[in-house]
Structures are given as structure tokens and as C-alpha cells.
């Protein structure tokens, strides 16, 4: 028996549950974002006036060889903290998926601990321990070592990135192979394949679900971070939130600093868009 209703017949339940999310919607993401859309098509007439004119002048300008460098300088940074992130999430992601109940609890609670303190405050901690005279340098100069330049470059943002992101990779995974059928395990091991060839063979294509999301909701917040690269980064380790920033209070550029956003609210939209391509062309099981 088929115990759907159909919100035809009983539309004002249905609105009640719709309306303050669809208003919450509406009012902090889609107009803002239409306001933003439309100061990429101004000009500045002032100080602090805005022509809404038409132009495209702002948009072509966003495709200048120094702001596609910046874009293609954010892709990789984000890409090779989400490759780390899946790197090391992987492997934590199967510990907390294949753990007893009460080792589960604990080790998703540590998961996500981090996300209880302001994320000023652990970029400030982890800068702490990368400075010269931090605990990693203090270490590396006990072994004869260092010092290492750890702080203000690009390798700092990336390792930034990882720190901040990497519970949104490992949280997905782990939910993903918590639906995993073990019998397929125990099969693939009593048949003789080894640990890794399981991992590799049964687990990996089974979590690749899992494995998406992670990648997604890590990758386009990293593509978009403007903190780390500000605080950890040096002056050539900027991203392109970085630049917008700049438009929207040093330069004064609105119009332009908006179209930047514009660009990469749209990249943002094609990588939701290509995930769930992907997800639509997956063979049914």
C-alpha cells in the first residue's frame, strides 16, 4: 500500500514545512546573490555609488592571463588538499566505519571536536606550531634538522586546508561504509583475496558514493577559503577569495570584485552539476 500523499490534496501542511526554508533561501542566498550578479554588470560613478550600466567589461576583465593564473593557482592548492584529505580520511574513515560501537562514538566525536572551536582560533594554534619557534621546528632543530620554513607559503595554505577541511572528507566516507555490506568482506578475505586487495577490490568501489561527496564537500570550501591563504600564506600563495577581498575593501571595485565572485560562484555550480552527472551515469545495482 502506497502511503505517499500527494501535496495537491493537503497543500497547507506542505507550505507550512516549505515556506521558512524556502524563505530562509530566498532571503540570505538568493537575493544576496542577485545583488551581487547585478553590481557585475555596474560601474562606479563614485566613492560609493554604483551604475548598474550593462557592461561586460568587469566579466571579460575576469578572464585577463593574471586573474585565470590566480583561479588556476586556487584549483591546485584545493586540489591537493582534498587529495590529501582523502589520503588520510580514507584510511581514518574505515577505522571509525569498521570500530566497535562505543570506539565509533568516541573517534566521531574527536572527528568532529574541532568544529566546537572557532576556526580564527585553530589557524592561530596551528601557526603556533609551525613558526620558527614552535614545537615542530623546536623538534626538528633537537634532531639537527631544522629550522624548516613551515609558515608563509604554499605549502602551509595546503597543510592549512587539510587541517580545517578534513572532517568534511572523512564524515561521508565513514557514513557510507557504515551501510557496507560486511558478508561481501568476509567473502572476499575467506576466498583469499588479502587486505588489500578487499580495500582496493570490494571496499573502495562500494564507498565511491561516500567518496564523491567527501571530495565535493571538501574541495569547493577549500576553492573558496580566504582565511588560511590570508594568514598562512605569502604574497604568492593568495587564492582567488584573496582577490576579491581586495576588490571589495582596498581597491573599491565593487562592480569587478562582484564579477570575480560571480565566476566563482558559477565554478562552484559546475562542480555540483558534474557530481551529479556522475552520480546519474553510475550504474543501477
Sequence with gaps: MDNRVD???????F???????????????AVPLAVVLAMSFGTNVGVADIAISGTFANHARTLEPVYLGIFLKSFAIAGAATLLCLVLGFPLALVVAFATPRARTLLLVAIMLPFWTNLLIRTYALMTVLRDGGLVNSALETLGVGPLPLLYNNFAVILGLVYIHLPFMVLPIAASLERLDRSLVEASLDLGASHLGTVLRIILPLAAPGIMAGLLLTFIPALGSYLTPDLMGGPDSQMIANVIERQFKRANDWPFGAALAVLLVNLTLFALALQGLLRRLEPSP
Design 7 to 13: 501535496w495537491h490534496r493537503a497543500p497547507g501542511p
Design 15 to 29: 507550505a507550512a514545512i516549505l515556506g521558512p526554508p524556502l524563505a530562509w533561501f530566498l532571503l540570505f542566498f
